[in-house]
């Protein structure tokens, strides 16, 4: 087969690529300020650019690094806009109407962040990201319910998924459908049955599952059961304190780290290195084009060239920070690509 009628075929025939979850916003973060002074301004483009330095790597002791000193020092190098805007701070009385809030929003630029970032030595975690279910029980003197199904409830899930995009998780909830009623209840959450949240989960095919069991021993006290369900692995932690945006804001937290040390690629910062891969069941020109393509995608891969096709084997010489070992880790978040027992780092492209 000639190689470059092939490459040409590819680019003609280009499709979009399936992720696992491809989280938005990484590069940008939207933090307090007490008014819009110009010093006002310079810290909180500041605060923005730490939040987003913990979202890229994952690490919430990173923007405390030496190295990573001078980046900060130049925020607002990195700068790409910022607007302001008043929101409500969910401070409020019951009853009254919650006071007004000023908050700075800030973007920030991508190729210079991960040029520096990986220059002072940082692992930049790539916008694909496992994705996580959340089961969400909550529980009073009436019994066990689903977050969300009462009045009072819709802010947990808020409070969720607002600590989940500041640390950069890829957060889905169930349906909680006819499908999910009859496979799992609140109940089972709160007792931890760990069959039944594992069978009810698979529709969604995610890569983690966190089941979280809420309810308040006590007036003025709040207490929180997690469970993280990993492959083969489980996690579990409890906290309690008088908060509960405080105690969801810590579980996030803990639940992130836990992600970060399974999914984080620890090399992807650093030199650049080669890395040859080989793909079999590639036997048309838009799975040549898929495989190619999503490749191309990965956060680490700075370029992808086709060296080799024999039959349905396709050979590519990948340039990647952190070498082999952030490839693989990034190609284990989608399903394109699953490994095979073939020699070296050898893949089938999956239908």
Same mark, same amino acid.
């Given at each position: 087969?000639?190689?470059?009628?092939?490459?040409?075929?590819?680019?003609?025939?280009?499709?979009?690529?399936?992720?696992?979850? $491809?989280?938005p916003?990484?590069?940008?973060?939207?933090?307090?300020?007490?008014?819009?002074?110009?010093?006002? $301004?310079?810290?909180?483009?500041?605060?923005?650019?730490?939040?987003?330095?913990?979202?890229?790597?994952?690490?919430?002791? *990173?923007?405390?690094?030496?190295?990573?000193?001078?980046?900060?020092?130049?925020?607002?190098?990195?700068?790409?806009?910022? $607007?302001?805007?008043?929101?409500?701070?969910?401070?409020?009385?019951?009853?009254?109407?919650?006071?007004?809030?000023?908050?700075l929003w800030?973007?920030?630029?991508?190729s210079?962040?991960?040029?520096?970032?990986?220059?002072?030595?940082?692992?930049i975690?790539?916008?694909?990201?496992p994705?996580?279910?959340?089961?969400?029980?909550?529980?009073?003197?009436?019994?066990?319910?689903?977050?969300?199904?009462?009045?009072?409830?819709?802010?947990?899930?808020?409070?969720?998924?607002?600590?989940?995009?500041?640390?950069?998780?890829?957060?889905?909830?169930?349906?909680?459908?006819?499908?999910?009623d009859?496979?799992?209840?609140?109940?089972?959450? *709160?007792?931890?049955?760990?069959?039944?949240?594992?069978?009810?989960?698979? $529709?969604?095919?995610?890569?983690?599952?966190?089941?979280?069991?809420?309810?308040?021993?006590?007036?003025?006290?709040?207490?929180?059961?997690?469970?993280?369900?990993?492959?083969?692995?489980?996690?579990?932690?409890?906290?309690?304190?008088?908060?509960?945006?405080?105690?969801?804001?810590?579980?996030?937290?803990?639940?992130?780290?836990?992600?970060?040390?399974?999914?984080?690629?620890a090399?992807?910062?650093?030199?650049?290195?080669?890395?040859?891969?080989?793909?079999?069941?590639?036997?048309?020109?838009?799975?040549?084009?898929?495989?190619?393509?999503?490749?191309?995608?990965?956060?680490?891969v700075?370029?992808?060239?086709?060296?080799?096709?024999?039959?349905?084997?396709?050979?590519?010489?990948?340039?990647?920070?952190?070498?082999?070992?952030?490839?693989?880790?990034?190609?284990?978040?989608?399903?394109?690509?699953?490994?095979?027992?073939?020699?070296?780092?050898?893949?089938?492209?999956?239908?």
């Amino acid at each position: 087969m000639r190689r470059a009628f092939l490459i040409l075929v590819i680019l003609m025939c280009m499709a979009p690529v399936a992720h696992a979850v $491809r989280v938005p916003g990484l590069y940008e973060a939207e933090v307090a300020v007490p008014d819009q002074s110009n010093g006002a $301004r310079v810290q909180g483009v500041l605060n923005a650019l730490r939040a987003v330095i913990i979202k890229l790597t994952g690490d919430r002791s *990173a923007p405390t690094r030496a190295e990573v000193a001078p980046v900060l020092r130049a925020a607002e190098r990195y700068l790409l806009q910022y $607007r302001y805007q008043e929101v409500e701070s969910g401070n409020g009385q019951p009853g009254t109407p919650a006071p007004a809030e000023l908050r700075l929003w800030a973007q920030f630029s991508q190729s210079a962040l991960d040029r520096d970032l990986r220059g002072a030595g940082l692992s930049i975690w790539g916008a694909e990201r496992p994705s996580t279910l959340a089961w969400l029980a909550l529980g009073d003197d009436r019994g066990w319910r689903w977050a969300g199904a009462g009045e009072n409830d819709h802010s947990l899930h808020a409070l969720t998924e607002a600590r989940a995009r500041a640390r950069g998780l890829g957060f889905i909830f169930p349906l909680h459908d006819l499908d999910d009623d009859a496979r799992l209840g609140a109940v089972a959450v *709160a007792a931890t049955d760990l069959p039944a949240i594992g069978q009810a989960s698979e $529709r969604y095919r995610p890569d983690s599952v966190l089941a979280v069991a809420i309810d308040s021993p006590a007036p003025g006290s709040w207490r929180a059961n997690w469970t993280l369900l990993l492959g083969s692995e489980t996690e579990k932690w409890s906290s309690e304190g008088p908060q509960l945006d405080v105690l969801m804001h810590d579980g996030i937290d803990i639940l992130a780290d836990h992600l970060v040390r399974r999914f984080a690629a620890a090399g992807a910062g650093g030199e650049q290195s080669g890395v040859t891969l080989n793909v079999v069941a590639v036997s048309s020109a838009t799975g040549y084009a898929r495989a190619l393509q999503y490749l191309q995608s990965l956060n680490s891969v700075t370029a992808v060239q086709i060296t080799e096709v024999d039959g349905d084997s396709v050979t590519f010489e990948i340039s990647a920070y952190g070498g082999a070992d952030s490839v693989r880790q990034a190609i284990t978040l989608g399903r394109v690509l699953e490994p095979t027992t073939g020699p070296g780092h050898s893949y089938r492209l999956v239908p």
